[in-house]
């Protein structure tokens, strides 16, 4: 099968499969943001969780908004505020508080309006982002109009992996409950340790995993374990 040219549909999905293989390299031990962050195209940065804050950010998101290193511990806020249009900050104050609510281990996804500094005018820029840690999300941001060079860039950096960025909308429109039972299903737990654990019935596990067999739309447990190592975040041996 030819390359071809990906549609803007497939473009956004591959934005937010690239910043799944971001969010795993930071959460593997030993290798820090420092590490790879100027080796990524688009603007890649880490902010507070729980406020409108930036806490570290790459070479080109300094120099594409005009910000200097050392503002970012005293001015972390009010760089982002100066940069991000009025409106935007309104409708991203919404956008998050609905993902940390409803899907706070999944991505989301914003248009966002954005501007170099106060004598630029704003660009539309597609922003995905994820959760790290307890208090920290990475957030991976492109202008709309450099997306291509964007993507084939980060297909060079992360190979390439069809089958599994395929499932990333799909991995997206899971329930909290199916993702839980997804965890448990692929550790090797069965229907009645899971109904269990969950405190639901055997029939509730069992139409769980079904739900998940054909929103994935997968074949195999091989499949869904593939998924589930891919998506999942890591669960330390506590969990």
């Known amino acids: 099968m030819g390359k071809g040219k990906r549609t ?8 937010s499969f690239q910043l799944l293989n971001i969010s795993k390299l930071i959460e593997n031990k030993g290798v820090e943001f420092s590490d790879f962050c100027d080796d990524i ?5 880490t902010n507070k969780l729980d406020a409108f804050w930036l806490t570290n950010a790459n070479k080109k998101t300094f120099s594409d908004f005009n910000i200097e290193k050392e503002d970012l511990e005293k001015f972390g806020k009010k760089v982002l505020v100066d940069r991000v249009h009025p409106n935007s900050v309104k409708t ?3 956008i998050n508080r609905n993902w940390r609510t409803n899907n706070p281990d999944g991505i989301c996804e914003s248009f966002q ?3 170099k500094d106060g004598g630029h005018p704003y660009k539309w820029y597609f922003s995905v982002k994820k959760k790290i840690s307890d208090s920290e999300f990475v957030a991976l941001i492109q202008p709309v109009d450099n997306f291509a060079f964007a993507s084939n860039t980060l297909d060079k ?4 992996q069809p089958w599994l960025e395929s499932k990333a909308p799909l991995f997206q429109r899971l329930s909290p409950r199916e993702v839980e039972v997804l965890h448990l299903a692929t550790d090797g737990y069965t229907a009645h340790q899971i109904s ?3 405190v639901i019935s ?3 596990v069992k139409t769980h995993r079904k739900n998940l ?3 994935l739309g997968v074949n195999s447990i091989a499949e869904l374990v593939r998924i589930a190592d891919f998506y999942l975040p890591v669960r330390s041996n506590t969990d």
């Open 202 to 204: 055997i029939h509730t």
């Open 113 to 115: 309006y954005i501007r």
């Open 8 to 15: 803007e549909k497939e473009e956004l999905i591959n934005q």
């Open 92 to 94: 991203l104050a919404v």
């Open 41 to 45: 195209p688009g603007v890649l940065h």
């Open 196 to 198: 269990e654990i969950l």
């Open 213 to 215: 067999w054909n929103k």
């Open 157 to 160: 950096l992360f190979k390439r």
